[in-house]
C-alpha cells in the first residue's frame, strides 16, 4: 500500500472522531450551562433571570457567522480553519471561567460562539468530502453520537461540577477536549480548499440578519410576555429571507444558490428537520425541567433519569446502518419518525405518583430512534448534492439544524407555558408537562409526512460499501 493510500486509512479512521470532538464540546456546552446558571448568578452577584443573555449571546454568535464557515473553508482551507474555530472556542472556554462579571461573562461566550459556528460546519465538510458516497452514511453514523450524548450528559455533568466543584469547571472541562482535537487535527485533518469568486457579502448581511432575527425572537418566545415584539422580529427576520432570496435569484455567486432548493432530497432533509424537531428538540430541556418541578426530584437525578438515551444511541450505532441499507431511507425515516413521536406522547402517561424510573425505558428506546433519525437526516440533506454545492449546502444544513433546535425549544416552553395558565389543567403543573408531551408528540408524528416527499431509491448512493 503507497504513503498516500496509507495516509488515506489513517485520515479516514480518525477525522470522524475529530468532527465527534468538535460536535461534543459544541453539545455539552449548549446543555451543560443550563443547571449552572443559578451558581454562576451567586457567585457574579446577579439575578438568575438576567443570566440567559450568556446563553442568547451564544445562540445568537453561532445563527450569525454558520453562514460564512463554507467561504472561509473554501478560501482558507478546511484544516486551518477547522483548527483556528477549535483554538477560539478552547480560549473562549477559558475567558468564561475566568469572568468576573456578567458582562464579561457575554463577551467570552461571543468568543465561544464563533469558533463554535465554524467547528462541526467545517469538520462535517472535511467528512463529506473524504469519504465516498457508498462510505459517508456510515462514517457520519459514528461522527454524530456526540450530538446524541451531549444534550443527555450535559444537565448530569454540570449538576455533579456545580454541587462537587464549581462552576468554572463546566468551561474549562472543554479546554482538554479541545486540545485533543487540535493534537488530532494537525495530523489527521485534511486541506480542501475550493476556487472562490468572491465573497457575496450582501447576500451574507441578508441571510445573517434573517438567521440572528428568527434566533433572537425564538429565544424571546419562550421567555417574553410582550408576544407582539416577537412576532415583529420573527416576521421582520421572514422579510430578511425575502430580500435574500431576490439577491440570490440576481447574484451570479450568491453565498447560499437557490439551485441548491432543486436538489429534492436536500430540500426534503431541510424540511424535515425543522419539522422533526419541534417535538425532538423539546425532551431534553422538558423531561428534566419536569423531574425536578413535577416530581421535586434534584438536578443530579433528572440528570440520571435521561443518561440511558445516550447508551442506548450508542449501542444502537452498528444496527442504523443496517436498518438504513435494509429498508431505505424513505421507509425508515417514515417509520422512525413514527415511532419517536409515539414515544415523546408516552412520556406525558405516567401520573403524579407513578415512581419516575418509568421514564427510563421509554427513554432508553427514544435514545435509540433518535439515533436513526439524526443519522438518515444528516445524510439524506447531503446525497445528491454535486461537488460545488457541497460547501453552501453543508452550510445551510447547520443553520437549518441550529435553528430547528431552537424552535423545538421555544415551541416546547411556549405550549408549556400556554398550558400552564390555561384553566384546563387548574394549575396542576404536572398536568402541564403532560398536556405539552401530547402536544409535542402528536407534532411529531405529524412530521413524519414530509418524509413521504422521498422516493424509495433515494440515498441508493449512500449504501454501505459492506452491505452490498
Known sequence: MSAAN???????????????????MQMLDSTILNTSLPAIARDLNESPLNMQNAVVSYVLTLALFMPVSGFLADKFGTRKTFMTALVIFSLGSVFCAMSQSLNQLI???????????????????????TFDKNELLRAMNYAIIPALIGPVLGPLVGGYMVDY???????????????LGIALSIRYMPDYRAALSGFDMKGFLFFASASLMLSISLEMLGHSQTITIVLLIFILGFLMLYFYYRHA????????????????TFRVGILGNLATRLGISAVPLLLPMMVQIAYGQSAVVSGWIIAPMALTAMIGKPAVVRILDNFGYRNTLLVNTTIIGILIFCLGLPG???????????????????SIQFTAMNTISIADLRNNQTSPGNSLVSVNQQLAVGFGIAAGLTVLKAFEASPIVGGDIHVAFKYTFFVAGALTVISAAVFRRLHPLDGRNLKSAGSR
Not at 489513517?10 to 470532538?21: C, E, H, M, Q
Open 6 to 24: 496509507t495516509d488515506l486509512v489513517s485520515i479516514k479512521r480518525f477525522l470522524p472522531a475529530i468532527l465527534g470532538t468538535a460536535i461534543f
Open 107 to 129: 463577551i467570552s461566550r461571543v468568543v465561544q460562539g464563533l469558533g463554535g459556528s465554524l467547528m462541526t460546519p467545517v469538520g462535517k465538510l472535511a467528512l463529506i468530502k
Open 165 to 179: 466543584l464549581s462552576w468554572h469547571w463546566i468551561f474549562l472541562i472543554n479546554v482538554p477536549i479541545g486540545l
Open 249 to 264: 435569484r440576481k447574484s451570479d455567486n450568491p453565498i447560499f444558490p437557490l439551485n441548491l432548493f432543486q436538489v429534492r
Open 352 to 370: 403524579a405518583d407513578t415512581n419516575i424510573y418509568w421514564f427510563v425505558p421509554m427513554l432508553a428506546a427514544l435514545g435509540f430512534f433518535n
